[in-house]
């Protein structure tokens, strides 16, 4: 009677044991699993815009990928003003700068990572009669400690390009949408009019409340 007690002691603290070890490695499983989710997708941020001044003009070339078929290069350009609105006048020049966070590991590795830009504005009519309303293109971000700092805008180089309304630019990566920065261009003197036709009323609310 002893010895199967013992017996059936020993069984029980070797079930004991087992039961341990495999809690164990239920417990290494979950924490694997958990290790595996945290791992970060890729996003994007807006960090600055607006209307930029030309400290440095850059060189206008020929493009194929843009909707007017010329592009600006090694622009030096310094904020001006942090707005979304842009008056309709040559040689204005709207952009924002934005930031590419925890890319992947393999492409945070690479010199430079493939961009997708979109830009969609008002139909504009070009040189050439065409119409245009943005274009979709392939661009270079490069990277910096497992980032890209970049910088997107436009200038307008010709009288047909001042065409008024919302202006979007995104910026895709992975087939993903990331970034998306916003512009609404306007006629100057369309909002000097309005501004003018409410000073009177204005005034006038004043001197009521005076009396």
């Not at 595996?36 to 020929?62: D, P, S």
């Not at 008002?122 to 980032?147: I, N």
């Amino acid at each position: 009677m002893k010895y199967l007690l013992i017996l059936l002691m020993a069984v029980f603290v070797i079930g004991c044991d087992q039961g341990s070890d495999m809690s164990s490695e239920i417990t290494k499983t979950v924490a694997i699993t958990k290790k595996v989710t945290e791992v970060r997708e890729t996003w994007g941020k807006v960090f600055e815009y607006g209307i930029y001044n030309a400290q440095r003009k850059g060189r206008v070339l020929g493009s194929l990928s843009t909707n007017t078929g010329k592009v600006v290069t090694r622009s030096v350009l310094e904020l001006s003003e942090t707005t979304n609105r842009i008056p309709m006048v040559k040689d204005t020049y709207f952009a924002y700068r934005y930031r590419i966070l925890d890319l992947p590991k393999e492409e945070a590795k690479k010199p430079v990572v493939e961009l997708r830009k979109v830009l969609i504005h008002p139909v504009m009519t070009l040189s050439d009669g065409s119409k245009s309303t943005g274009w979709d293109r392939t661009s270079k971000g490069r990277t910096s400690a497992g980032q890209v700092v970049a910088f997107d805008g436009y200038v307008f180089n010709e009288d047909y390009e001042l065409v008024e309304g919302d202006w979007t630019f995104q910026i895709w990566f992975g087939g993903q949408k990331l970034v998306e920065q916003k512009f609404t261009t306007y006629q100057p003197e369309k909002l000097d009019a309005e501004v003018k036709a409410d000073a009177p009323a204005a005034a006038v609310s004043t001197a009521e409340n005076k009396i």
